[in-house]
């Protein structure tokens, strides 16, 4: 079934077009909603809403990108906005964000993490860093965006990204000199 | 050696194409979400009705037009025939010798026995004795057999005529028939009477002697009527279906699949606006609906339940899967009323074609069978207390008929109807149309 066809079916209700919508887009959905929500629990509510809002949204679908992006920015939006009424202190503490705490800052090395390890390293930041690596690194969005998007100043979102980054790089370089010592 | 970004690549190259399984308990939950949002196709019904409508009224346009042109052409031999008639009456009896045996054989004439007489048929006579014709004879039933002429009566009866002392046959006339025994005198109001033309058409004095005999429809039919019927169920809705077991889907949809229906149907029509066909119908269907089922289905996990919300399923150990098997014919019986308008379409004097749509209202009289009750762990009796009591719907369809003699009908009507039905299991139920179309022969009595 091609894309046009699957979009039709969906948006006339066919449940057997919405189910296989689910089996092809769901599993990446799914992933993503479990990086932004941090646990299963959470991850299933964003995806379960998310997917309603694809179903019910899908005939203003106009093809400018892939379904599968279309998708995945439904997805991300959930995932925001269920992160903004559950965690209500997400964004407000800001005040202390200061350019001058940018740091360049980065790895030892060229590695490769596993999808586990990646959302175990997640796990360890607090949660608006994590929405800022989320967004900045795999979903490829500027500062403007974000700031746009999480209704911060740009200068926040950048001082964010450089503690989650310098926190990241601390744990990372650890393990990578740990690795080196028992070599 | 650059190390810009090494971390930001790491973190990407981990969450590229990055998958999470699904659980089949979230498109359950997500699936049930859909079908009670789905677009409800309230519409459809009236859509269908509507097309059906246009495509027998195109139909019927077309026919009746086709009647119009056979009608005009009818009449038109009528007068024809009637002519002669005339010629032959004017050979035959024209005489004072004529004898009621030639009568006789003038009114066996096929072509007469064909001459119905209505309103414009007698305008035609009327015309047509203004103009060549001094006296008719005519039959009871009005039928002219023969005409006499004597220009001193033809001038007298022009003249009653015309100043409206005449019914066009006067016993006036008649009497002054050389053999009276030949003749019969008509008296207009006798002849409206006992024919099918209605005094309120009289009245209002058709002029237009190429119109069609109109034949009032009648107050009440009764019909009975069974055939074929195409139904299935179709599930827009699980409630609660966090509670149920996931198989208790797949294992109605299997316990419903392709049932043999069997009806019956007692029907009256009311034609309560007989000048524009539109009537009301009603009565009483039998309705059976048989279901073979055979299932064999292995209980191999058991939910996990917190409160009345499962969570999880838990996998039973070999020697614990329950087999549950249901071999056997689910039968389930209502009574169904519908309550609908119709619409008659007339083709000609013996065909019509009737539109009909409206509501369907059904109780449940009774359930026999097993159903395997998963969410309860084993195969129960079909219990009619499962169904809901009263359920409601949509009918609507195309009949046609024809006229077998007199006041009987046969008919075949093709229909799709449409109920809600609700089915319990467990602490939750499953919502379903059973809908489909059915083809129906019917016997119709017209009062």
């Known amino acids: 079934m091609d894309e046009k066809t699957l979009i039709k079916a969906c948006s006339k209700g066919d449940i057997k077009a919405q189910r296989h919508v689910y089996d092809v887009y769901g599993p990446q959905m799914m992933g993503l909603c479990m990086r932004y929500a941090g646990n299963r629990e959470d991850a299933e509510e964003i995806f379960h809403d998310s997917l309603i809002k694809v179903f019910k949204n899908i005939q203003n679908f106009k093809g400018d990108s892939s379904l599968k992006t279309w998708i995945a920015r439904i997805g991300i939006n959930t995932a925001l906005d269920f992160l903004r009424k559950r965690k209500k202190a997400l964004f407000l503490g800001h005040i202390s964000d200061h350019i001058s705490e940018i740091e360049d800052i980065d790895i030892s090395q060229e590695i490769s993490l596993e999808a586990e390890m990646a959302m175990q390293l997640l796990k360890t930041m607090p949660v608006n860093q994590q929405i800022i690596i989320n967004l900045f690194v795999i979903e490829e969005m500027s500062h403007k965006e974000i700031a746009a998007e999480l209704g911060i100043s740009e200068e926040a979102s950048r001082v964010q990204l450089s503690r989650a980054k310098k926190a990241l790089t601390t744990i990372l370089n650890t393990k990578i000199t740990k690795n080196e010592h028992q070599k | ?447």
């Open chain 2, 1 to 447: 050696m650059s190390t810009k970004n090494n971390l930001q690549n790491a973190l990407k190259n981990a969450f590229e194409n990055h998958e999470a399984p699904l659980k089949e308990a979230q498109w359950e939950r997500l699936e049930g979400v859909l079908l009670s949002n789905k677009p409800k196709r309230i519409f459809f019904p009236f859509f269908f009705t509507s097309l059906i409508i246009c495509f027998t009224a195109g139909i019927t346009y077309f026919l009746t037009l086709n009647y119009g042109i056979k009608n005009e052409k009818s009449v038109l031999d009528s007068r024809n025939s009637y002519s002669s008639q005339n010629k032959f009456s004017d050979q035959s009896i024209n005489s004072s010798n004529s004898t009621s045996q030639e009568t006789n054989s003038l009114w066996n004439k096929p072509e007469l026995k064909t001459f119905t007489p209505t309103l414009s048929n007698l305008n035609f006579i009327y015309k047509t004795i203004k103009s060549r014709i001094d006296k008719i004879i005519i039959s009871k039933e009005g039928f002219p057999i023969a005409t006499i002429k004597n220009e001193t009566e033809k001038k007298e009866e022009i003249s009653l005529i015309e100043s409206g002392k005449s019914d066009f046959i006067t016993e006036k006339s008649v009497d002054s028939s050389k053999d009276p025994s030949l003749v019969e005198t008509i008296d207009l109001s006798l002849l409206t009477a006992n024919s099918p033309i209605e005094k309120s058409s009289i009245n209002k004095k058709d002029d237009n002697p190429l119109s069609p005999p109109y034949k009032p429809a009648s107050k009440f039919v009764l019909s009975l009527s069974a055939g074929y019927s195409k139904m299935n169920h179709e599930i827009i809705e699980i409630k609660n279906n966090q509670n149920l077991h996931k198989d208790s889907r797949m294992l109605f949809e299997q316990s419903n699949q392709n049932p043999n229906i069997f009806f019956l149907n007692l029907g009256i029509d009311y034609n309560f606006l007989p000048r524009f066909n539109i009537g009301f119908n009603s009565g009483i269907q039998y309705l059976q609906i048989n279901n073979h089922v055979n299932i064999k289905y292995k209980l191999n996990e058991i939910p996990l339940r917190d409160q009345e919300k499962i969570v999880g399923y838990i996998p039973l150990p070999d020697d614990q899967i329950k087999e549950l098997n249901s071999n056997t014919t689910n039968t389930t019986t209502y009574i169904n009323v519908p309550l609908r308008f119709n619409y008659t379409l007339p083709i000609n004097l013996k065909n019509e074609v009737l539109l009909t749509g409206g509501a369907n209202f059904s109780t449940i009289v009774s359930a026999k069978g097993k159903t395997i009750a998963v969410n309860e762990g084993e195969v129960k009796p079909l219990d009619k207390s499962r169904y809901n009591k009263f359920s409601t719907g949509f009918l609507g369809g195309i009949q046609f008929s024809h006229n077998l003699k007199n006041a009987w009908w046969l008919g075949s009507e093709a229909q799709w109807l449409s109920n809600k039905m609700n089915f319990e299991v467990g602490s939750g139920s499953i919502i379903s149309k059973f809908q489909g179309y059915r083809v129906n022969l019917i016997l119709k009595y017209k009062i």
